[in-house]
C-alpha cells in the first residue's frame, strides 16, 4: 500500500473534529435492510446491465495469488512454518468393510520408535460421534467398523515416516460380518441412511397410461474420486487456555470448528479456524477435512504440543467419501414427436455408510432429474442406500450431474425410438411457456435463455452440417465411428438447506487508506478472493491492489456456511459488499459535513472521494479521507451480511422455490471411437455458457472449462473398482485416471455467454460458475452413444454405464455387433 | 555426503539412502515451493529439474518426480526448483506465461508445470527453430495432472512462452556455475558412501553385490521408490547402477546393438525412432517425461512386471539379455528371462548389463498396440506386439507378444504357428484368434476385466489383419485406428 501511505504522509492535514450526526441510527436503518442493496430489485429478463462494465483489464483480474503460485511462494497446510517440536499424526485404518472389532491391541504402536501418543475413541472427551448434519461418522470406530478405511486409532510420533510405521504395528482383530455393497438390493431391503423422499406433479400414472409411446430403461453412474492435488491436511497449535488454532486445508471451517470443540468438549470460542488457500477441494473437503482437524486436535491438546496430520494419497483416497454412484431407472411416456408426456424417475444414490450430506445430495439429484426438459405429470423418487463403503460426499455439481444422466438418456432413447435426432427431441422438450414449472413446482425463470444457447451453439458448431458429414464418413469406416451430440445444462442456484443460503464479511479500513476484507468463503483456486477483492474495490473505488484478503478466520467472520453449492460469490460477495456500502455511506456522509459538500452528489471513483453532480468540482484522495475520517473518530470496520431471499422448499409436499435462479449452459462434442479396441478420442467441444453480467470473465472461463474437463473425466477415464472385499483398488493416480494434457480436445471452443444479466438480484447481477459447467461434460457421454448407435444405423440406442472407459465402450461395441437383443437396449 | 548445486547454490549435506529429492527439499533444505501431490511419480507436482554434463559436452535441464527419485541422485548435479527461477520479481517465462493466460486457479500442481515449461523453454532456447507442435507439448506436459483448469490455458501458457521477456534465472548467469557442476564428481565419495553406493565399473558393482547380497539395485528408482513411499519399505544400503561404465555403453554389432542396462528411455529414443518407430511410439506413451528422463530398459525387464510396456515388444524383436555376476557374463534369449510372476532368470548376484536390439531384418515389419484407461501416462491393461515380414503373400518370421495376458509378458507361439506362412486372410486369423484364446487367461483387475483383456486381444488381431488388407489395397490404414494412436 505504498502509494496509499505515501499519499496521507504527503497530504495528511488536520481534520475537523466534527463527527456525522446520527451515525447510530444510519446504521440501525442499513440493518434493516440487510441484503437489500439499492437497486437490486428483481429486473424483467433481458435488461440492459444495471452497471456499466468496468475497464475490461481490470475486470479479468488475474488470480490474485497467481504470482505466488507460479513462484512456489504461496503456501498450503504442509508449507506453514510450525513450532520444532511439532508432532506428525498418523491414522490407523479399517482392512474390514464391515465387523466386530474384537481386538485393538495398540502396546506395540506406543513401542515405535518417536511415538508419543496413541489415541482411540476411548480418549475423547466430547462428541464420538462428528457426523456433520446427522449422527453416523465416528471420530474413530469403536465396537464396529462398516468400511475398508474407516479410523480406528491415531498416534503422535515425532516424524512423518515415524507415524507411518508405527501405524503399521497395530494389532487388529475385526470378526467380520457381511457387508452390502448393493445400493440397490439395500434400498429394496430399506437399507437407508435417509428416509426416502418423493416429488410428485400431476397425475403421472394416467399421463404413462395415456402416452402413445413408453420407454424405460436403468442405468448406472459411477462415482468420482475428488482427486484434489493437496491432500487433507492441518496443522493443530494448542493454546495458552483450553483451545486449539486449526489450520486446515478446508471448505467449512465453522463446521469444523464446531467439531473440534465438541471432540475436546471445549466452548465453540476456543477453537479458531484459518484457511488461506486450498490445493483444490471440489466438495471433497467440505465435510471430509474435519475429521482430521478434530484428531490432530484431541493429540495438540493432549500432548501440548503443536501436531500435523497430512494423509498420504492412498490412505486419502480410502478414508474419505466420494461422488456418489447412482442407479437410476426412468419410465416415461410421449407423444409420436417425442414430446415427454409424464413417467416416474427412480434415483438410487450409493451413500456409503453413513448420512453425511447425502440427503442434500439426493435431493439435489432430483431437482435435477429434469435438467432443461418439462416431465410434464411426474413422479421422481429418491432413494438413499446404505453400503459398506467410505460415505459418499459433496462433489461439485452435488447430485446434480447423476441426476442429470438420468434424462439425458432418457433423451437420446426417445430420439432413436421416433427416429429423430437426439438434438431435435431435446429441443423439443426445453421449458417453454406453458410448460415451464418443475416436477417439484418452481418456475423455470429465463427459459428463454436455454433456447437461445442452444441455438446459437447449433450455428456456431454447425451441428447439422456436421451432422451430415458424420454420417457419411460412418457409413464408409467400418472401425472408426464418429458421434457427435448437444447437450444442456439447466442448474440451480441456492443450497437447498435454506438456513445455509446466510454469509458475513468483515472489512477494515486501516489509516493508510489499505483495505482488509474477510468473508467465510474460501479459496480453493475458484478465484472467490480474486472476486471478493474485485467487488469491494468496485464499492469503495479503489485498485484492486489496495484492497486485500489474509485467510478465512472463524474469528473473524463467525458462523459460516461451508464454501459449497457453486455459492461463493453469491453470498459472500454481497456480504462484503454490504460491508463496503457502510463504510462507504460512513465516509460520504462524514464528508459531506467535514468538507461541507453537497452528500447527493458525493462519489468514490478511482481512488478519490469525487463531489460535484456534473462538472466536478471538489477531489479527496482515498487516503486523505480515510485518515480525516479517521482523525474524526469514525469507524472505519464494518460487517457484512446477507441472506439470499424467496427461496423455500416444503419437503412435506415436495414442491417450492428452492432456487434463487438457474443458470445455463450447453456444449456440443464429437467423438470418434475404435470400435475394436473401445479406444476414443475427444475431437471437438463447442461451449457456450451463462455466467449473468461475469464478475471476472477470465476466472470465469476457467472454471467453465475446468469443469467440463473434470465432468468429461467423470464420465469417461475415472474408475473406481473395489475388490470384493469393498477395499479400494483404485486408490491414487497410477490407477486412477484424471483427464491429462492429451485430453484436452485438440478443438475447444469455450464462450460465456454476453448481455444476459442475472434476472434476479444476484451480485451485480452476474451468476454462480463454480458447479454448472461439470454438467456440460455430458455430451462427451452422449456423442459416444451416438458414434456406438451408428453401428445399428441409429436404430438401437445402447446402454453405456459410466464412467465409459475403453473396457466399457468395447463391450457395448461387442453387444451391438451382436444384435440388438444382447445390448441390452431400450424398450 | 551428497554434493550438487541447488539454484546454483552449492549444497554438500548427509542423507539416509532411502531420502528421496522432495523429502530433502522440503525437510533440510526447508525449500518448500516443490509439492508432494501423490509420492508415486504420477501426477507431477514436484517437477523438478536437473542438469549433469553430458558425454557429449552438453548440460541439458530434464525433469523428474522428487517423489521417487533417491536424493544421492543429485550427486554432481545442477538441480533447479520452482524456488530458483524468478530474478528478484521478475518472473521467468515459464512463470509469467502462466499468470497471463491464467493458468493457475489452486495453485498446487503449479510449481510441477512451471517446472515443466521451464524444461521445455530451455529446450526452445536451444532448438529455437523446433516447432512446437502437440507431439511435443504432450510430452512435455503429460505427467503433470491439473484438477483445475482443464489444460487449456496451461497450453496457451507453453506456446506462449516464447513472446515473454525472457527473464534468465539469478544462477543463468553465474559463468562458473558449469564449470563447478563439472568439477564435482559423478559418483558418491567412497568414504561417504554411507549405505548409498555408486559404483562405477561392473567390478566394482559385482563386488558390492558380493559384499551386500541384501542390497536393492536402482537405476532411475521410478518402481523400487513406491516400496519407499508406498510400502514404507526402508533400505540401509543401496547400489545404484547409474555410474557403472559397462552399463552405460551402447555398442553397436553385426546383428543389432547393445544397450546398456542403464540407459533411460530417453536415451534409448533417437535409436528407436531410428529404425523401431512402433516401438519409439509406444515410448511416448510409457510414463511421462519426468519418468522416461530416468527410467531404464533394464529396469522394466528387471522389475518383470506382466504390464511392463517393453518386454512384449523386445520379445518380438528377439532381443538377448546379457547377464553379469561373480562368474562373468551370460546371454540368454529374452524369452528364457521371464519365468513366473516377478520370477526371472537372474540369479543371485547377478544383474542386467545390456539390452540386444536386433537389427530390423529386411521387409521386417511391426505393430505395437498398448491399451489403457487413458492415453497418456497410463500403465497397459494390454499389450499387443506384432512383427512380421510379408513374402510372396504369405506372413513369415510371425513374432506375437502380449503384456497384460499372463503372470508375465508372454510370446504366444501358437498364434505364431496358426499365422506363419499363411496369407493374411480372414481365415488365418480367425485360427490366430482361437489359437490365442486357448493360450491365454487373462485375470481382472483395476485395469479391466478378463473378458475385455480376452476381447481387446483377439481384436487386435482383427486390426492387424485390417492393416494389412489395407496395406495390400495401398489404402491408408489410419482409418482402422485413431490418429492419436496410429504409428
Known amino acids: 500500500m505504498r502509494t496509499l501511505t505515501e499519499k496521507r504522509i504527503r497530504k495528511a492535514r488536520a481534520a475537523s473534529d466534527a463527527v456525522p450526526e446520527a451515525l447510530d441510527e444510519a446504521d440501525r436503518a442499513e440493518s434493516a435492510g440487510i441484503g437489500r442493496l439499492e437497486g437490486d430489485e428483481p429486473v424483467a429478463r433481458d435488461t440492459v446491465s444495471p452497471r456499466p462494465r468496468r475497464d475490461a483489464v481490470r475486470h479479468a483480474q488475474a488470480h490474485e495469488s497467481a504470482t505466488k503460485h507460479v513462484t512456489g511462494r504461496a503456501r498450503y497446510i504442509d508449507d506453514l512454518p510450525a513450532p520444532h517440536d511439532t508432532l506428525h499424526a498418523m491414522v490407523g485404518l479399517s482392512e474390514v468393510a464391515h465387523g466386530r472389532v474384537t481386538r485393538l491391541d495398540l502396546d506395540a504402536v506406543r513401542a515405535m520408535p518417536g511415538v508419543v501418543d496413541v489415541i482411540t475413541a476411548q480418549h475423547i472427551p466430547g462428541h464420538r460421534d462428528i457426523g456433520p448434519v446427522f449422527p453416523g461418522d465416528p471420530m474413530f470406530a469403536d465396537a464396529e467398523v462398516s468400511y475398508v478405511g474407516q479410523p480406528l486409532f491415531a498416534v503422535a510420533a515425532t516424524s512423518y515416516p515415524e507415524a507411518r510405521r508405527a501405524v503399521k504395528a497395530a494389532v487388529v482383530e475385526i470378526e467380520p460380518l457381511p457387508p452390502r455393497f448393493d445400493p440397490v438390493a439395500a434400498a429394496e431391503a430399506g437399507e437407508l441412511v435417509r428416509p426416502t423422499h418423493r416429488q410428485v406433479s400431476g397425475d403421472w400414472r394416467r399421463a404413462l397410461e395415456s402416452a402413445p409411446h413408453v420407454l424405460e430403461a436403468e442405468q448406472f453412474v459411477g462415482g468420482q474420486e475428488h482427486f484434489y492435488l493437496e491432500g487433507q491436511a492441518c496443522l493443530v497449535v494448542p493454546g495458552e487456555d483450553e483451545g486449539v488454532i486449526v489450520h486446515t486445508s478446508n471448505q467449512h471451517p465453522s463446521e469444523t470448528q464446531k467439531l473440534v470443540a465438541e471432540v475436546l468438549d471445549i466452548p465453540f470460542h476456543a477453537v479458531t479456524v484459518e484457511n488461506r488457500r486450498m490445493g483444490g477441494g471440489f466438495g471433497g473437503k467440505e465435510t471430509q477435512a474435519a475429521p482430521w482437524a478434530c484428531v490432530a486436535a484431541l493429540l495438540a491438546r493432549r500432548t501440548g504440543r503443536a501436531v500435523r496430520l497430512r494423509l498420504p494419497r492412498a490412505d486419502d483416497t480410502r478414508a474419505t467419501g466420494k461422488r456418489h454412484p447412482f442407479h437410476n431407472r426412468y419410465r416415461l411416456g410421449f407423444d409420436a414427436d417425442g414430446v415427454i408426456l409424464g413417467g416416474d424417475i427412480t434415483l438410487i444414490g450409493d451413500c456409503g455408510h453413513s448420512p453425511d450430506l447425502s440427503e442434500a445430495v439426493v435431493d439435489r439429484a432430483m431437482f435435477h432429474a429434469d435438467n432443461a426438459y418439462s416431465l410434464g405429470a411426474a413422479r421422481v423418487t429418491g432413494h438413499r442406500a446404505r453400503t459398506h463403503t467410505a460415505s459418499n460426499t459433496a462433489f461439485r455439481g452435488f447430485g446434480g450431474p447423476q441426476g442429470m444422466m438420468i434424462v439425458e438418456r432418457a433423451m437420446d432413447d426417445i430420439a432413436r425410438h421416433v427416429g429423430q435426432d437426439p438434438l431435435t427431441v431435446r429441443k423439443r422438450n426445453l421449458y417453454r411457456s406453458g410448460r415451464d414449472t418443475t416436477h417439484y413446482g418452481q418456475h423455470v425463470d429465463q427459459h428463454p435463455l436455454m433456447v437461445e444457447i442452444i441455438e446459437r451453439l447449433e450455428r456456431s458448431s454447425d451441428y447439422w452440417q456436421r451432422r451430415g458429414e458424420i454420417g457419411a464418413f460412418n457409413r464408409a469406416s467400418a472401425v472408426i465411428k464418429r458421434g457427435l451430440a448437444l447437450t444442456p445444462v439447466k442448474f440451480g442456484i441456492s443450497f437447498t438447506a435454506k438456513h445455509l443460503n446466510q454469509a458475513g464479511a468483515l472489512l477494515h479500513v486501516y489509516t493508510d487508506g489499505s483495505v482488509m476484507i474477510n468473508h467465510g468463503g474460501t479459496e480453493m483456486g475458484q478465484g472467490l478472493h480474486t472476486k471478493i477483492c474485485q467487488v469491494v474495490a468496485r464499492e469503495l473505488g479503489l485498485d484492486f491492489d489496495a484492497v486485500r484478503i489474509s485467510a478465512t478466520r472463524t474469528d473473524k467472520v463467525p458462523n459460516t456456511s461451508p464454501t459449497a453449492a457453486s455459492s461463493g460469490a453469491d453470498l459472500n460477495g454481497m456480504a462484503a459488499r454490504d460491508a463496503a456500502a457502510r463504510i462507504r455511506r460512513r465516509l460520504l456522509d462524514f464528508a459531506a459535513e467535514h468538507y461541507r459538500l453537497d452528500r447527493e452528489g458525493l462519489r468514490l471513483v478511482d481512488g478519490e472521494l469525487v463531489s460535484g453532480v456534473g462538472d466536478v468540482h471538489h477531489r479527496v484522495p482515498w487516503g486523505d479521507l480515510v485518515q480525516a475520517a479517521y482523525l474524526g473518530r469514525i469507524s472505519l470496520s464494518a460487517t457484512g451480511f446477507y441472506a439470499t431471499p424467496l427461496i423455500h422448499y416444503d419437503r412435506d409436499t415436495g414442491q417450492g422455490r428452492p432456487f434463487y435462479y438457474f443458470a445455463y449452459g450447453a456444449s456440443v462434442s464429437e467423438v470418434s471411437v475404435d470400435t475394436l479396441s473401445g479406444e476414443y478420442r475427444v475431437e471437438r467441444v463447442d461451449i457456450l455458457h451463462d455466467v449473468g453480467d461475469s464478475l471476472n470473465p477470465a476466472i470465469d472461463l476457467g472454471q467453465v472449462e475446468g469443469g467440463f474437463i473434470q465432468g468429461m473425466g467423470w464420465l469417461t477415464s475415472e474408475e473406481l473398482k473395489w475388490n470384493d472385499d469393498g477395499r479400494l483398488l483404485t486408490d491414487g493416480p497410477a490407477t486412477y485416471k484424471i483427464p491429462t494434457f492429451g485430453d484436452l480436445p485438440p478443438i475447444f471452443n469455450v464462450e460465456l455467454l454476453e448481455g444476459h444479466p442475472n434476472s434476479q438480484a444476484s451480485i451485480y447481477r452476474s451468476k454462480a460458475v463454480g458447479e454448472p459447467p461439470f454438467m456440460l461434460g455430458i455430451s462427451v457421454w452422449s456423442a459416444l452413444r451416438d458414434a456406438l448407435s451408428s453401428l445399428t444405423d441409429y436404430r438401437v440406442s445402447p446402454p453405456l454405464d459410466t464412467p465409459a472407459t475403453p473396457e466399457r465402450v468395447l463391450m457395448a461395441a461387442e453387444a451391438l455387433r451382436a444384435g440388438p437383443a444382447n445390448a441390452g437396449a431400450s424398450r | ?487
Open chain 2, 1 to 487: 555426503m551428497i554434493e550438487f548445486f541447488l539454484n546454483g547454490q552449492h549444497r554438500r549435506l548427509a542423507a539416509a539412502p532411502d531420502t528421496s529429492v522432495l523429502e530433502l527439499l522440503r525437510g533440510p533444505l526447508a525449500q518448500r515451493g516443490t509439492k508432494e501431490g501423490c509420492a508415486s511419480g504420477d501426477c507431477g507436482a514436484c517437477t523438478v529439474a536437473i542438469a549433469r554434463p553430458d558425454g557429449d559436452g552438453s548440460f541439458a535441464y530434464r525433469t523428474l518426480n522428487a517423489c521417487i527419485t533417491p536424493a544421492h541422485q543429485l550427486q554432481g548435479t545442477h538441480l533447479v526448483t520452482v524456488d530458483g527461477l524468478a530474478r528478484g520479481d521478475a518472473l521467468h517465462p515459464a512463470q509469467s506465461s502462466m499468470v497471463a493466460c491464467h493458468g493457475s486457479q489452486c495453485g498446487f500442481c503449479t510449481p510441477g508445470i512451471v517446472m515443466s515449461l521451464f524444461a521445455l523453454h530451455e529446450q526452445q532456447r536451444a532448438l529455437p527453430h523446433q516447432v512446437l507442435d502437440n507431439h511435443r507439448l504432450e510430452a512435455a506436459l503429460g505427467g503433470n495432472l491439473c484438477r483445475c483448469t482443464g489444460y487449456r490455458p496451461i497450453r496457451d501458457a507453453a506456446l506462449s512462452m516464447g513472446e515473454r521477456s525472457d527473464t534468465r534465472p539469478p544462477w543463468a548467469e553465474d559463468p562458473t556455475l558449469k564449470r563447478a557442476v563439472r568439477d564435482l564428481s559423478p559418483a558418491v565419495a567412497v568414504e561417504d558412501q554411507s549405505g548409498y553406493l555408486t559404483p562405477t565399473t561392473l567390478a566394482e558393482l559385482t563386488t558390492a553385490m558380493q559384499r551386500h547380497p541384501e542390497a536393492r539395485l536402482v537405476a532411475g528408482a521410478t518402481d523400487l521408490w513406491l516400496e519407499v513411499t508406498q510400502r514404507l519399505a526402508q533400505f540401509d544400503t543401496l547400489i545404484d547402477l547409474r555410474q557403472v561404465e559397462e552399463l552405460r555403453q551402447l555398442e553397436e554389432v553385426a546383428d543389432g546393438w547393445w544397450v546398456g542396462a542403464a540407459i533411460t528411455y530417453r536415451e534409448w529414443e533417437p535409436l528407436l525412432t531410428t529404425h523401431y518407430p512402433a516401438f519409439a511410439h509406444l515410448l511416448t506413451r510409457l510414463g511421462s517425461a519426468q519418468i522416461r528422463n530416468r527410467a531404464t530398459v533394464g529396469g522394466n525387464i528387471a522389475n518383470a512386471s506382466p504390464i511392463g510396456d517393453t518386454p512384449p515388444v523386445l520379445l518380438t524383436l528377439d532381443a538377448r539379455v546379457r547377464l553379469a555376476g561373480p562368474d562373468g557374463m551370460r546371454e540368454l534369449p529374452l524369452d528364457a528371462f521371464f519365468l513366473d510372476y516377478k520370477q526371472t532368470a537372474l540369479a543371485p548376484g547377478e544383474c542386467i548389463a545390456a539390452i540386444l536390439l536386433p537389427r530390423p531384418g529386411d521387409g521386417h515389419e511391426q505393430r505395437v498396440w498398448k491399451l489403457s484407461k487413458r492415453r497418456e501416462d497410463d500403465i497397459s491393461t494390454l499389450l499387443g506386439a506384432f512383427r512380421w515380414r510379408l513374402q510372396e503373400g504369405v506372413l513369415q518370421d510371425v513374432r506375437v507378444a502380449y503384456g497384460g495376458m499372463a503372470a508375465i509378458p508372454l510370446r504366444v507361439r501358437a498364434v505364431e504357428a496358426a499365422l506363419e506362412g499363411k496369407a493374411p486372410d480372414e481365415q488365418a486369423f480367425a485360427a490366430a484368434r482361437r489359437a490365442l484364446q486357448q493360450s491365454l487367461t487373462p485375470m481382472s483387475d483395476a485395469r479391466g476385466s478378463r473378458d475385455y483383456r480376452a476381447t481387446a486381444a483377439a481384436n487386435l488381431l482383427e486390426r492387424w489383419r485390417l492393416t494389412l488388407a489395407r496395406a495390400a489395397l495401398d489404402e491408408p490404414t489410419q482409418e482402422v485406428t485413431l490418429d492419436a494412436y496410429a504409428h
